[in-house]
């Protein structure tokens, strides 16, 4: 796994996952072998490539041996960019991305031993290597202060900074990601205790280090979120390296 502000990917064998539903939107590449998302209410899609919005529950069921995940702050440039790149979907779930071929080829070649410019190219290919900037800087201020906090940052707080009523705040955030003000402060508890397991710090470390509750209310939140327990992922010695200045 690899980190960077705004955005993460995993590389690795398949993962029997449950039923979840995400903070941030979430691209998906069956490696060698499609996979199927199931929605409830909804229908089932059949694809090599998707992106799957964030707050949307579903259960993903990989055909082969190898997955990808890039996960893209929800609103983001890249995250607004790499739906367009995409052809098709249906229950709200986008398939096909125009570039799949390439991303597929080069997806079979990352490994944990990949320098890391080739994963970020890779991260490049999928999201069009954009540079536009949000669409709201105050929302991009936003994330940005919530994903470089040392702790969790109440809305009040950081809707006050930005000269802004709480309500205001609120619906401006949702509006603008497509997901909640908490949801997407739960996202950055799990990149700051993803940041500690890189670390070498184990689970109840990590949990204390993403400020939750207790190891369990990690796990549990971990769960609901990626539909498998940290420890379940740990497991399969999981290699995590972060790319960003915060650590």
Known sequence: MWLWPGRA????????????????????????????????????????????????????????????????????????????????????????????????????????????????????????HTTASFTDPRIAAALRRLIGADEPVPAALLAAELGLSESRFLRLFRDGTGTSYRRFRLWAQMHRAARALAAGENLTRAAADGYFASPSHFSTAFHAMFGLPPSALLSRRLTIRCLDPLV
């Open 9 to 128: 990917l995993y590389a690795g064998p398949s993962l029997r996952l449950g039923p979840h539903s995400g903070a941030v939107a979430c691209v998906a590449v069956g490696v060698d072998a499609p996979f199927t998302v199931r929605r409830a209410p909804g229908g089932e899609l059949r694809a090599r490539t998707a992106l799957i919005p964030p707050r949307t529950r579903h259960h993903l069921t990989a055909g082969g041996e190898r997955m990808v995940f890039l996960y893209l702050d929800p609103g983001s440039a890249e995250d607004r960019a790499c739906r367009a790149r995409f052809t098709a979907g249906e229950y709200g779930v986008m398939t096909g991305h125009e570039a799949e071929a390439g991303l597929l080829a080069r997806a079979a070649a990352i490994s944990a031993h990949s320098p890391d410019r080739q994963v970020a190219a890779w991260t490049d290919g999928a999201t069009g």
